[in-house]
């Protein structure tokens, strides 16, 4: 490539205009499970900020919905749980995953991937932890507290329910992949709630496991968290080829951190975008300096794009980067 290659987390979504005009009608799930609405709304940032890959529009919960758990995504809240699981007879719930689940998946990404080139689709699922706590809490939750509980006081019954959620996760990129996704990244957005040692012992096990299954895929894998920045050389050590960091540790210092090899995307707080030009051209050169000290940086934000962003910052942000970057 011939500049760092970027692309935005959340980069599809309530920031545009066009997707709230396709999404008026159609409740969060229901546009997830309709090719049309996948391709379309996936290909709106390719085509507003000439990104260098796409992310395939979807949930962290979709899967788990697939296999029948009641849940819904409240506009402004969140994924919500009918019937929280917290005992071994909601845990048996959580069947395995089969490609049958999920067909507009296979049929929306095979789409995407004509439309697309060469420009290559990201295909993504919940990390272990980010899934378990949706579940366990029954909606988004701040300190985790019934997680933490069932993961403390019952560890044979965690260790169950981190299984079946890890084959879950397995299967659902497995199949992106299969239908042509160039990368896949796992997002285990909330497991920086942990302890680095309550990581190694309680979820580590499972995204390695994850990662090693993944490899047989033959695409880059990307593994982030938010608020991981204590947490980075076991978010590396569970195997992926790329770490993404939110905007809290530089990435001259998370470069010290991963293995050998790895390389790193992220980290523009996105509250910056919300700043006069001149501060977010001064910041964004930051990220790509301090991204050169990894062996390979991906620009992305160290977190999702804040729905009021305004979308021609981030088109201008892109065409910055690549101009910054040119080789
Ligand atoms: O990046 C992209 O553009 C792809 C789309 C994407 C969505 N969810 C669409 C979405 C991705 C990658 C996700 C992953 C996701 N979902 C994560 C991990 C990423 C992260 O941000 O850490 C998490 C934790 C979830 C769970 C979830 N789903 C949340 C926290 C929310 C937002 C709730 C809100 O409204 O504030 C959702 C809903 C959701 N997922 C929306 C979109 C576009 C908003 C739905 C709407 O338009 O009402």
């Given at each position: 490539m011939p500049h760092t290659p970027v692309w935005f987390m959340r980069q599809a979504g309530r920031s545009l205009p066009e997707y709230r005009r396709v999404r008026a009608d159609v409740p969060m799930l229901e546009a997830c499970a309709r090719p049309d609405m996948i391709v379309e709304i996936t290909m709106q940032p390719v085509r507003r900020y000439d990104v260098d890959a796409a992310i395939y529009f979807s949930d962290i919960v979709v899967p788990l919905k697939a296999i029948g758990i009641d849940l819904d995504i409240r506009p402004g809240v969140g994924p919500v749980v009918a019937d929280p699981i917290r005992d071994a007879e909601g845990v048996k719930r959580l069947r395995a995953l089969e490609p049958d689940d999920v067909p507009y998946v296979t049929e929306a990404v095979g789409t995407l991937v004509g439309e697309l080139g060469e420009r290559p689709l990201i295909g993504f699922a919940g990390g272990p932890f980010t899934l378990a706590s949706y579940l366990i809490e029954g909606g988004p939750s701040k300190n985790h507290e019934h997680t933490k509980a069932l993961m403390y006081g019952a560890p044979d019954l965690w260790a169950d329910l981190m299984q079946r959620l890890s084959a879950i996760t397995v299967e659902f990129l497995r199949v992106q992949a299969a239908a042509g996704a160039g990368a896949v990244q796992l997002f285990d957005?909330?497991?920086?709630?942990?302890s680095a040692d309550d990581y190694r012992e309680s979820v580590l096990p499972y995204t390695s496991w994850i990662f090693e299954r993944l490899a047989e895929l033959d695409v880059p894998r990307i593994h982030f968290g938010v608020g991981t920045g204590e947490l980075l050389s076991l978010l590396s050590e569970a195997g992926a080829d790329v770490v993404g960091v939110d905007w809290r540790v530089p990435l001259d210092k998370a470069a010290q951190r991963v293995q050998p090899g790895t390389a790193l995307q992220g980290n523009l707080d996105p509250a910056t975008l919300f700043a006069p030009w001149d501060a977010v051209a001064r910041r964004a050169s930051d990220v790509v300096a301090a991204g050169a000290a990894a062996e390979g940086h991906v620009f992305n934000l160290g977190h999702g794009v804040l729905p009021d962003t305004d979308p021609d910052v981030l088109a201008r942000l892109t065409e910055y980067v690549h101009t910054e970057t040119a080789r």
């Open positions: 957005s909330w497991v920086g709630a942990l």
